[in-house]
């Protein structure tokens, strides 16, 4: 991402949670993925700022990494590249730690 981007998404009284690794695709490629999440305010949620406690944090991130190398670790460079522009690791994630706390992007 570049500088402008990042900056445009990163807002006042949330958390960001950030995770990289580096992942060797099926086809032998050593890949560096880089996640980057916010929290989201829950549906009947009074309070205005949504910040996560650092265990939580930690959970998040660990997920993060966990699902990276699953879902990377078995496709060859192609078919990663593929599942990288629908977002479908992004939203494997966003379903997997809802139960932590409710991320966006």
């Not at 032998?28 to 009947?44: E, N, Q």
Request: charged share 30%.
């Amino acid at each position: 991402l570049t500088r402008d981007k990042e900056c445009s998404l990163i807002r006042k009284w949330q958390t960001l949670i950030e995770a990289h690794t580096d992942v060797k695709t099926t086809d032998g490629y050593l890949v560096r993925l880089f996640v980057i999440a916010f929290t989201k305010k829950r549906p009947d949620q009074v309070k205005t700022n949504c910040y996560a406690q650092s265990a939580q944090i930690r959970k998040i991130r660990k997920k993060m990494v966990d699902i990276m190398t699953n879902e990377a670790g078995k496709v060859l460079l192609r078919e990663l590249v593929k599942k990288l522009i629908p977002e479908v690791i992004g939203k494997e994630i966003e379903k997997q730690t809802q139960g932590i706390y409710p991320l966006t992007n």
